[in-house]
Every structure is written in C-alpha cells, then in structure tokens.
C-alpha cells in the first residue's frame, strides 16, 4: 500500500518505513507528524477525495539539515553587474510508521436511530379559526 501526500507545496509517496525528506517542519527530532492524504492505493484500488478524506500517513521526524549548496549568479551583460548568492534549503528526514485513518477521526460505532413519530397535520383547523375570527 501506498499513499501520496502534500506538504511545503510539494507532494510525495509514501510506503510504511520510508525516509523521505520534506520541507522543514519546525518540530523536534523524535516528534511525531501527521499528514493529509491526497490519493491511497493498494490491492482493492486506488482511493481519492471524500473516500480519503480522514486517512492520515503518520511518520516519525528522525533528523533536520540543509541541503547542498546552490548558486544563485545574476549577471547583466555590458553594465559590470554581477551578483553571486548561495542558498541552502532546510528539510526534515523522516520516517513513515503507519498510514491509515488518525485514532482522533476513526469513527465510532454508530447504533440505528430511534424511528420519530410522524407529525400531526395541523393545517386545517388554523383555517377554520381564521375564519371564525373574521365573523
């Protein structure tokens, strides 16, 4: 099984023990993090929308660093304008433990509702003191 997930803009796949680097999640080492699923697939089929809506892929924060370094060079041609900068993306490593529905949105065992009484028609009679009013 499988599931596709967003975070940061950026969506990713997902199985139970993959490490994955995300955005960074300004959360400590060791934390647990959930994520919303876009789509799930396993051997039933592919699940989207309203049939997802309340799986959840749970992963564990296992280290945060940067990412190589990238240069960033503007030149404009017969101005002697030059601009160099270097950037390094923060990310999270993380480790997927369990994808499946969160424990807080599992819904609970429903029992058949109590069938209501049927309502009375009372249209007749508010006509027939209107009319008794007005003599």
Do not use: W
């Not at 995300?22 to 929308?49: N, R, S, Y």
């Not at 480790?95 to 029992?111: C, L, N, Q, R, W």
């Amino acid at each position: 099984m499988y599931a596709i997930f967003e975070n940061g803009g950026k969506q990713y796949k997902a199985c139970v023990g993959d490490v994955l680097k995300v955005e960074k999640l300004g959360k400590q080492v060791g934390e647990k993090v959930e994520f919303p699923v876009i789509l799930t697939a396993d051997e039933k089929g592919v699940q989207t929308g309203k049939d997802v809506e309340n799986v959840k892929v749970v992963a564990e924060i296992v280290a945060e660093g940067k990412d190589k370094k990238i240069i960033v060079f503007k030149y404009k041609p017969k101005k002697n304008e030059r601009k160099k900068q270097g950037h390094r993306q923060p990310y999270a490593q993380i480790k997927v433990t369990a994808i499946g529905a969160s424990e807080a949105e599992k819904p609970a065992e429903k029992k058949p509702a109590a069938k209501k009484p049927a309502a009375k028609k009372a249209a007749a009679k508010p006509a027939a003191t209107a009319e008794a009013k007005a003599e």
